[in-house]
């Protein structure tokens, strides 16, 4: 069965500095990786995702994400925060042989406060 | 665009009260899902419908169900509501079935059962 883990509930950090949001998965097969973002009193909407190919995705708002295979992991990166990203983000993992989704798996969270 | 629509964005709710939460979309979308968001677990899939005429349980459809008369409207039902179904309730479309596509989402509805 697919997990995913997102070690971080909450990250603060400074405006204008980088931040790396931590994801881990666990899959015995191929997977579907996705980071979705939830600003305030909003639904959620997808920054990236990773199908097949180049390790690195890159996504909307300055975003991008890192799959590693060895280590099951699918970090979220920006190397210079603004304060309109003041979001949830989360983290969902799917795979080839569910073809559904209905079967993608989301994370807890994390939430990511911007200090001026 | 509207996309996803839900409705209500807000209700309180005496237990034991039925409630039908409201989902409209305007794609064409063939799937459609209903998700739960708690504080610390994430989203849970509660039902889901790959296409019109068709439903199926998610990971917590105990107290809920759902129908799919048409292509576009995805009601979830509380038929005797619970103060655990405390929660808020995010509708949710993609083109077709498959994981590889995009889940869009309404902006939820939040929903608390005293």
């Known amino acids: 069965a697919q997990s995913v883990t997102q070690l971080d509930s909450q990250v603060p950090v400074f405006e204008e500095a980088p931040v790396e949001l931590r994801c881990n998965y666990s899959?015995?097969?191929?997977?579907?990786l996705f980071w979705y973002v939830q600003y305030p009193n909003q639904g959620l909407q997808l920054l990236l995702k990773y199908l097949s190919g180049s390790t690195l995705v890159k996504g909307i708002n300055g975003f991008e994400a890192e799959f590693n295979k060895s280590q099951t992991s699918f970090h979220l990166r920006k190397p210079s925060v603004h304060i309109s990203d003041t979001a949830e983000y989360f983290c969902a993992v799917s795979g080839p042989e569910y073809s559904s989704a209905s079967k993608i798996i989301f994370g807890s969270g994390t939430r990511l406060s911007i200090r001026p | 665009i509207a996309g996803i629509t839900q409705a209500p964005t807000s209700q309180i709710l005496a237990a034991g009260r039925r409630m039908t939460l409201r989902c409209t979309q305007d794609?064409?979308?063939?799937?459609m899902y209903w998700y739960r968001q708690d504080l610390g677990l994430g989203l849970r899939l509660i039902h889901y419908?790959?296409?019109?005429?068709?439903?199926g349980k998610g990971e917590v459809p105990d107290g809920y169900s759902v129908s799919r008369a048409n292509t576009d409207d995805f009601p979830l039902t509380l038929a005797s509501a619970v103060p655990s179904q405390t929660s808020v309730y995010f509708c949710a479309s993609s083109v077709d079935r498959g994981g590889t596509g995009e889940l869009f989402f309404g902006e939820g509805s939040r929903l608390t059962v005293l």
């Open positions: 794609m064409r979308h063939n799937a």
């Open positions: 419908s790959n296409t019109a005429g068709t439903t």
């Open positions: 899959s015995s097969v191929s997977v579907y």
